[in-house]
């Protein structure tokens, strides 16, 4: 039977994947991907409460779809501005983007 | 003219300020018109004096226990009231008469002695503020306002002595009186705060109230003699007692007025003045007492000594300055203000009369200092040379001349005071007896010295046959003629059989009143000893029965030590090149090594540590978002093994 933990446990997998992905990968769009991720895992943590938790209640499915929607916005923003630092370093590569410090 | 004069008294330090102003702000470009300013404006206060010496001498004692006092607010905080104004009783009095009588003639002499020098004005503009400063210190009511006036004569003493300045000697010594002088100050300074601390005032009739009552204000004998010995160094400086009277022989490179003006009669008697003024001080306790009058003493017979071998003649007019000086102190240390006071006035006369007198004879030698050169120029300079004979009697204490009298009183204080007299008691008649002889000697030695001088310029050839002397013009004799004049009549005041409401020691007195009388004894052999003196030198000098070369061989070595002033100079060169620039060598290291180590120190910590804490900073925002989520594992981890208070509280606290 498969129950609410293992959900848990597999959206918090998905996390740390998604998670490790956005810290180690140097490729600015591999970032992105990990963000996503690391979204839909939260996700599947929010569809997975209301289902076992608030049975009948459809809040999550809802918060779910919003989530869904502010991602494809953002992912919108940063490939813009991946491509408009591209633009400018003819590089996607994270290593190189240090500006913070000055 | 006395009333107005009495209740104004505070004019008499005003005008010569004034004219200071208007010589340093308007009229410097024109000599004649500021001479004319100065010497008016001090003539003026001269008249203001006289009329208030009248008025004191008029009112019998009333002015000695009840000085006329005059006061504002000078300033005042919670506790401390200062004030500043105008104390008239017959020692200021008398101090006012002397100190405007001597500047009034050296400024009308200085018209002729400095005539067509380019710092003509500058000259008679430092005159004026010397003698505002002088003024102003003589009519002090409160020890503060001395001492404001103590400094500013230091200042004009600095500022004449290096008039010209273009002198290198002239320079060193203006620098070497104002630092010595400085180093007595110090003491003075401390010494007052010390009064105003332990007695809460510093005004002189209050003091002198309070202080033998010193036991009231938790103060024991030993520490009031402390205190009076530290306020002791301030007169030691100024009035160039032992070991502090390196400065006065150098300071004879200012002009000669100005030698005797503020090295002779007036500046350099500041400290007698002032220890004659807290003389209540030193009498409570006679440790205090003895203290002055050792210094006095040694002083005393130690100049002489020197002055003996000098060969310029301000040198020997300056060690005899300071010998005299001593006298004076010795005096104040025998408990007497009126001996004191008198020796002081004397010795204005008589001092500034030689200054006045060497300055002639300079004048009309070119400058050239060496006595060796003159010779014979009493054919040639009858009026210097009639009024120095006067002014070398009055020092050696020949009848009637004023140095007679005022110097047997002094002579007759400390006789009194020693165990030689029958009539003392106390711990210290062994001492006063040994100060007595030192005096004695000491007389002596003035007088032969003296004569040496005298009989090495005037007497004799002249030596110099490139020299042209002449007498010197009116404006330069005039001087000369009064104080001769006072130098023979003015010790006639202190005639011994003088009695109450006549004698100067009537009004200049602390204490009783005492009837002098004719000490035939003392007399004689203060006599005796300037006669032997005076003969000794003629022996030697005039009629050269012995040849002064040949004595000088015979006595080789104190010869040595008193024409090199007892290597004093020396030693002082050799502790300043050794100890104190040795000291100033060591704290150098310090600053530099410690103390500049320190502030270093804290800038390369401050680099290191940014150089340290700059690598967190790495400008990558993979970095910042490993770091955040780092914490929030923290932070999860903590909240899952704390209370549940600490995490409610982690989280924002309860509402």
């Known amino acids: 039977m498969i129950g609410l933990e293992h959900f848990l446990i597999f959206s918090g997998t998905l996390f740390c994947i998604g998670l490790f992905g956005a810290l180690a990968k140097r490729n600015a769009i591999a970032i992105l991907m990990g963000l996503e991720i690391m979204l839909n895992s939260v996700n599947i943590n929010l569809v997975a409460f209301s289902r076992y938790i608030t049975t009948g209640d459809l809040t999550g499915q809802v918060f779910a779809i919003f989530v869904v929607a502010v991602a494809a916005a953002e992912v919108a923003v940063g490939l813009a501005l991946i491509v408009a630092i591209y633009r400018n370093r003819m590089s996607v590569n994270v290593e190189d983007f240090d500006w913070l410090k000055w | 003219m006395i009333e107005f004069a009495l209740h104004n008294a505070w004019l008499i330090p005003l005008l010569p300020a004034i004219a200071f102003t208007l010589i340093v702000l308007v009229f410097k470009p024109m000599p004649k018109v500021s001479a004319f300013i100065a010497i ?252 002055v009058a050792i210094m006095g003493a040694f002083t005393a017979l130690f100049a002489a000594s020197i002055a003996i071998t000098q060969t310029e003649m301000k040198k020997i007019l300056a060690y005899s300055t300071v010998s005299q000086l001593g006298y004076m102190m010795l005096a104040l240390g025998a408990g007497s203000l009126t001996a004191s006071m008198f020796h002081l006035m004397t010795h204005a006369f008589f001092k500034a009369l030689m200054f006045l007198g060497a300055g002639s004879v300079l004048h009309a030698m070119h400058n050239d200092p060496d006595i060796w050169k003159y010779g014979g120029l009493k054919k040639y300079m009858p009026i210097t040379y009639w009024t120095f004979l006067i002014g070398c009697l009055a020092i050696a204490g020949i009848f009637p001349f004023a140095g007679f009298f005022s110097k047997d009183l002094i002579l007759e204080v400390v006789w009194a005071n020693s165990g030689l007299s029958g009539h003392a008691h106390g711990p210290f008649q062994g001492l006063y007896s040994v100060l007595f002889v030192m005096a004695a000697l000491t007389a002596m030695m003035t007088a032969f010295y003296m004569f040496r001088m005298f009989f090495l310029c005037f007497h004799g050839e002249l030596r110099d046959k490139h020299a042209h002397p002449h007498e010197s013009p009116f404006s330069m004799a005039m001087p000369l003629l009064v104080l001769g004049f006072l130098s023979v009549v003015g010790g006639w005041v202190g005639w011994p059989t003088l009695g109450e409401g006549q004698a100067f020691g009537y009004f200049v007195r602390l204490g009783e009143f005492e009837h002098g009388h004719w000490n035939f004894f003392l007399v004689g052999l203060s006599t005796v000893l300037a006669l032997i003196g005076i003969a000794g030198a003629s022996y030697i000098y005039l009629f050269r029965k012995v040849s002064h070369e040949e004595l000088s061989k015979k006595w080789a070595t104190p010869y040595k030590w008193s024409f090199n002033k007892f290597y004093i100079d020396e030693i002082y060169l050799w502790i300043i090149h050794n100890i104190i620039d040795g000291l100033g060598r060591f704290l150098w290291w310090v600053d530099l090594v410690i103390v500049d180590g320190i502030v270093d120190g804290v800038g390369k910590l401050a680099t290191g540590l940014g150089s340290i804490l700059r690598r967190v900073q790495t400008g990558k925002l993979q970095h910042y978002a490993l770091i955040l989520f780092a914490g929030v594992v923290i932070l999860v981890i903590i909240m899952g093994f704390a209370d549940n208070s600490l995490s409610v509280s982690l989280l924002g606290g309860a509402r």
């Not at chain 2, 008239?88 to 405007?100: E, G, Y």
């Not at chain 2, 100005?258 to 440790?287: C, D, E, N, Q, W």
């Open chain 2, 40 to 291: 008016t404006a001090i003539l003026i206060s001269f008249l203001l004096a006289i009329s208030i010496g009248i008025g004191v001498i008029q009112a019998g004692d009333e002015f000695v226990e009840h000085p006329l006092k005059q006061v504002v607010t000078w300033f005042s905080m919670n506790g401390l009231e200062i004030e500043m104004g105008v104390q008239i009783d017959p020692t200021s009095a008398m101090m006012l008469f002397v100190v405007s009588l001597v500047a009034s003639l050296v400024q009308i002499y200085s018209l002729g002695y400095m005539h067509g020098d380019p710092g003509f004005s500058r000259f008679f503009a430092y005159l004026s503020l010397f003698a505002t400063s002088m003024l102003g210190l003589v009519i002090a009511p409160n020890l503060l306002q001395m001492f404001v006036f103590w400094e500013l004569v230091g200042l004009c003493s600095y500022l004449l002595i290096g008039f010209w300045f273009f002198k290198y000697s002239a320079r060193e010594a203006a620098k070497k009186a104002f630092i010595t002088t400085r180093t007595g100050d110090f003491g003075l300074l401390l010494g007052i705060l010390l009064l105003q601390i332990n007695f809460g005032t510093l005004d002189l009739m209050e003091l002198g109230s309070k202080i033998p009552h010193f036991t009231e204000y938790g103060l024991t004998a030993a520490g009031l003699t402390v205190i009076a010995a530290i306020l002791f160094l301030g007169p030691i400086g100024k009035s160039g007692q032992f070991p502090l009277h390196v400065w006065l022989p150098d300071a004879m490179e200012g002009p000669t007025p100005v030698s005797a003006l503020i090295h002779a009669a007036t500046m350099v008697v500041a400290g007698v003045y002032l220890t004659g003024r807290t003389l209540i001080l030193f009498k409570t306790v006679p440790g205090a007492m003895a203290f």
